[in-house]
Each structure stands twice: as structure tokens, then as C-alpha cells.
């Protein structure tokens, strides 16, 4: 009996349609909330009129949040850590998955242990270490601590350990180089892990706020999630008698704008992250 490939029906294509709603929908609010007129937002919530769609929270954030500031930090952020994680932790991981060293089980051990460590315990050796550096209120304090980390390095390891060492013994004897072997084979047998490590490391940067907010105290340094967690303040600071309406228009507005690289950059690498999250789930 020849096996046959389900296929869904119509219930659940109406459950997926149902989730997909549910999903969408806040998105969808803000979105649509961010083009009404403040009073709007707060008199008539669920409804939107097209008629009455304007720019007029955005050109308001503007003029009042230094998102821009915001952006720009977080985007050299994300730039420079992002290029350290996904250069030393697949390096590393390889190390693990394909070398053999002395102490190297204990070493990958050690490595997932800290995996267990709160974030929170790790904020006052991190302060008191930045301060002892002069780092305190500058790019290297948002950058350095975490961009090389234990789950990066675990799931490399991962995504590495699958590969077969002939393989790469064909590519030593082909001449490459040990480095050369990683860059020209393993980096494209691994692109979907790569892929996914990519977003999840976007993600966890794009919306990291507990240290930014305690490493930076400055404006000029400030990322864009600690520029959004003081927006309210910014606003009615800059805004004499600015209502809880147009403080609620400028907060959808910059919402609105954060969301967008996230979704782009999903979409764009949507393929390769469901290919590299499901890779380690099948075995043969």
C-alpha cells in the first residue's frame, strides 16, 4: 500500500484562516489606528474610515521623538553584533561539531550551562565590567556583551554535526585549507541554519531593551526600543497640553514604523528560516 500525502480540508483550512486573523489583526489596528486623527483613536477604536486617513501622528512623531536617532543606532547595532555572531559562532561551532581537542566536552558543557543563566544575573558583572573599561555610554557596552552566545554556538554545533566528515575530507584532499573547507563547504550545506540564525539574532537585537536601557543614559546613544519606551514622556515634553489622544496617535505612528524591518526581513528570509528550524527535526 503506497503511502499518500494528506492534504488539508476544509476545516482546517478555516482554522488556519481563523489564526491567521487572530495574528494579523492587532497588526492590522495599529497600522490602520496610526492614520486617524487622534481624537479617533480614543472616541471610535475598531473603526477606520479611509477618508479620514492623514499623516498627521507620523509628521508629530517626527517632530517630537528623535526616532531617527533611534534607528540609526540601532541599525550600527545590529550591523556590527550581527556580523560578529554570525562570523565567530559558526566558527565555533564547527570546532565543536568537527574537531576533537582536549577538554572539548567539558568546554561545549561549560558553554550550555550558561545557557541556564538568567539574563538579569548577568546585568551587574556586565555594568561593573563596562565601567572598569570606560565603556559605559558608548557603542562597545551595546555591542560586545552577547554577540558571541551560547545558543548561537549550540545551534552551529547543531546544524554542523549533520554534515559527514567525507565531505570535508574531499575538500582537504581537493587542497583547501582548513578555513577553506568551512567557507566552501560547510557555509552553503548549512545556509538554512545560517538563514534562521540570522533572523533570530535580527530579533533578539532589533528588540533587546533591558541592556541598552542600563549600559547607555545618553539620547545620542539610545537604541530604538529605549527611544520608544520614553516616547510618551518625549511627546508631552515637547508638546505643551498634548492630550492622552495624540500621545496614543505618536505611539501606534512609531510602532507602525518599528515593526516594519522585522516583517520585511521575515518575509524576505521566510524559506530558508522554516528550512533551517525544521532541519535538526528529521533524521535520515
Excluded at 486617524?36 to 474610515?49: G, T, V
Excluded at 501622528?57 to 555572531?85: C, S
Aim: hydrophobic share 55%.
Amino acid at each position: 500500500m503506497n503511502a499518500t500525502t494528506a492534504r488539508p480540508g476544509p476545516v482546517q483550512y478555516a482554522v488556519l484562516a481563523v489564526l491567521a486573523i487572530a495574528f494579523l489583526y492587532p497588526i492590522w489596528w495599529a497600522f490602520s489606528s496610526s492614520l486617524k486623527p487622534a481624537a479617533e483613536i480614543i472616541s471610535d477604536p475598531l473603526a477606520f474610515d479611509v477618508a479620514h486617513a492623514n499623516l498627521g501622528n507620523y509628521r508629530a512623531m517626527f517632530a517630537d521623538v528623535p526616532i531617527g536617532t533611534g534607528f540609526a543606532n540601532t541599525a550600527l547595532v545590529l550591523v556590527v553584533k550581527g556580523a560578529m555572531t554570525m562570523f565567530f559562532c559558526p566558527l565555533a561551532g564547527y570546532a565543536f561539531a568537527k574537531y576533537t581537542f582536549p577538554g572539548k566536552d567539558l568546554l561545549f558543557g561549560v558553554v550550555l550551562l550558561t545557557l541556564m543563566l538568567p539574563t538579569l544575573v548577568l546585568i551587574i558583572p556586565l555594568l561593573l565590567e563596562m565601567s572598569t573599561l570606560g565603556w559605559v555610554n558608548s557603542y562597545q557596552a551595546l555591542i560586545l556583551p552577547g554577540s558571541i552566545d551560547a545558543f548561537s554556538i549550540f545551534w552551529m554545533r547543531q546544524s554542523i554535526a549533520a554534515i559527514p566528515n567525507e565531505l570535508l575530507d574531499a575538500g582537504r584532499v581537493d587542497g583547501a585549507s582548513e578555513f577553506g573547507v568551512f567557507a566552501r563547504v560547510v557555509v552553503p550545506v548549512i545556509r538554512p541554519g545560517l538563514a534562521a540564525l540570522a533572523v533570530l539574532t535580527t530579533m533578539n537585537v532589533y528588540n533587546d531593551f533591558v541592556w541598552p536601557v542600563i549600559a547607555v543614559n545618553d539620547t545620542s546613544h539610545q537604541t530604538l526600543q529605549v527611544v520608544l519606551s520614553t516616547l510618551a514622556q518625549n511627546v508631552t515634553g515637547n508638546r505643551v497640553g498634548a492630550d492622552f489622544a495624540t500621545v496614543w496617535g505618536e505611539v501606534l505612528a512609531a510602532g507602525s514604523i518599528a515593526m516594519l524591518p522585522l516583517l520585511v526581513i521575515f518575509v524576505l528570509l521566510q524559506r530558508h528560516f522554516i528550512s533551517g528550524i525544521l532541519a535538526g527535526s528529521v533524521k535520515g
